[in-house]
């Protein structure tokens, strides 16, 4: 092929652009190596939202730290305090279902048998209206409600609560609201269950 023909012109600028894909390409994943966060990691540094310490993962105890059997929600995860003179916290990411856009995640600090902070982890819902349903004075309603035998978790209300069981929904917000519940029952299931069958070890 002679230097400066059409088909001479083409080759060498295919080869030029496949040069510099593939230095791109290279860069990218460079790139992505190093900044590339460990999701274990990642939810350590989110867990600082609702606990003031380091966290590891709760270690494995047949039949404790399987995954509630609940349909409207589930437990991604179980964290514990790194340091283990602390006892009875359990940090869990938790998924509810029934959100405007699919489903949210949190995480739910349970402390001495009640939730004492809840936190977004991962959700999109509507800016404003649905928003509302993930902020930290909604969370509040959930929070130092003594997680008893006896207790079966949440009911979401319309009204004016009447009972400790009862959390009010965010007007114009039902989706949210209902999805933050599912999410929160789902960490009082597993925390009942875990404790139950602690109990009986």
């Not at 230095?23 to 994943?29: E, I, K, T, Y």
């Not at 990411?93 to 489903?103: E, F, N």
Request: hydrophobic share 40%; with cysteine.
């Amino acid at each position: 092929m002679r230097k400066g023909s059409l088909g001479y012109e083409i080759v060498m600028t295919a080869l030029v652009l496949v040069i510099i894909a593939g230095a791109a390409g290279a860069l990218l994943g460079l790139v992505h190596h190093f900044a590339a966060v460990d999701p274990e990691e990642l939810l350590a540094r989110k867990a600082s939202a609702v606990y003031d310490g380091a966290v590891v993962r709760y270690p494995l105890q047949e039949g404790i730290s399987q995954t509630p059997d609940y349909d409207k929600g589930g437990v991604l995860g179980v964290y514990v305090p790194k340091d283990d003179s602390v006892k009875d916290v359990y940090i869990l990411r938790v998924v509810g279902t029934g959100a405007y856009k699919g489903s949210l995640e949190l995480l739910v600090n349970i402390t001495g048998g009640k939730i004492v902070k809840i936190a977004k982890y991962d959700a999109n819902e509507t800016p404003g209206l649905g928003s509302k349903a993930l902020e930290e004075s909604y969370f509040a309603q959930y929070c130092n409600v003594p997680l008893t035998e006896d207790f079966m978790g949440f009911d979401l209300v319309k009204t004016t609560p009447s009972a400790k069981s009862e959390v009010r929904a965010v007007s114009g917000a039902s989706k949210s609201s209902t999805a933050v519940t599912n999410a929160v029952n789902a960490a009082v299931i597993w925390y009942k269950d875990m404790r139950s069958k602690r109990a009986t070890k």
